[in-house]
Nanobody
Framework: QLALVDSGGGLVQPGGSLRLSCTAG????????IGWFRQAPGKEREGISC????????TYADSVKGRFTITRDNAKDTVDLIMNSLKPEDTGIYYC??????????????WGRGTQVTVSS
C-alpha cells in the first residue's frame, strides 16, 4: 500500500506559476512511475504528465507541453509538477498517481486525494 499526498494547489492569476508536489512520506518514489492527472469541472479526468521509474522518461499532454515540467526531487523524495504560464483552462483538481510496474502511467494503482488549482483573474 502506498499513501500518496499531493499538495501545492491554490489560486493563481493567468500567466502565473504553481509547483505541485507528490510524496509518499518516507517511502521512496524512485521505483514507481508517477503521473499527474487533472479533472476539470464537468470533464473527465485526463493524464497530463508522466515520469517513468527513476525518471527515465517523461511525457506530457499536448495541452501542457512547453509550460509544465515534471521533475523528481531526490533529496525530498517528491515528484513535482512545475506549472508555468497557467491558463484558466488549467483549472481543476490535480492528482498524482503511482504504479510499481506500469511505465507509462496508463493505469496507476495508487492515487493521492487531489489538490485544487484555480486559474482566474
Amino acid at each position: 500500500q502506498l499513501a500518496l499526498v499531493d499538495s501545492g494547489g491554490g489560486l493563481v492569476q493567468p500567466g502565473g506559476s504553481l509547483r505541485l508536489s507528490c510524496t509518499a512520506g518516507e517511502v521512496s518514489l524512485d521505483f514507481y512511475a508517477i503521473g499527474w492527472f487533472r479533472q476539470a469541472p464537468g470533464k473527465e479526468r485526463e493524464g497530463i504528465s508522466c515520469s517513468s521509474q527513476k525518471g527515465g522518461r517523461t511525457t506530457y499532454a499536448d495541452s501542457v507541453k512547453g509550460r509544465f515540467t515534471i521533475t523528481r526531487d531526490n533529496a525530498k523524495d517528491t515528484v513535482d509538477l512545475i506549472m508555468n504560464s497557467l491558463k484558466p483552462e488549467d483549472t481543476g483538481i490535480y492528482y498524482c498517481a503511482a504504479d510499481l510496474y506500469d511505465t507509462d502511467c496508463s493505469d496507476p494503482i495508487y492515487w493521492g486525494r487531489g489538490t485544487q488549482v484555480t486559474v482566474s483573474s
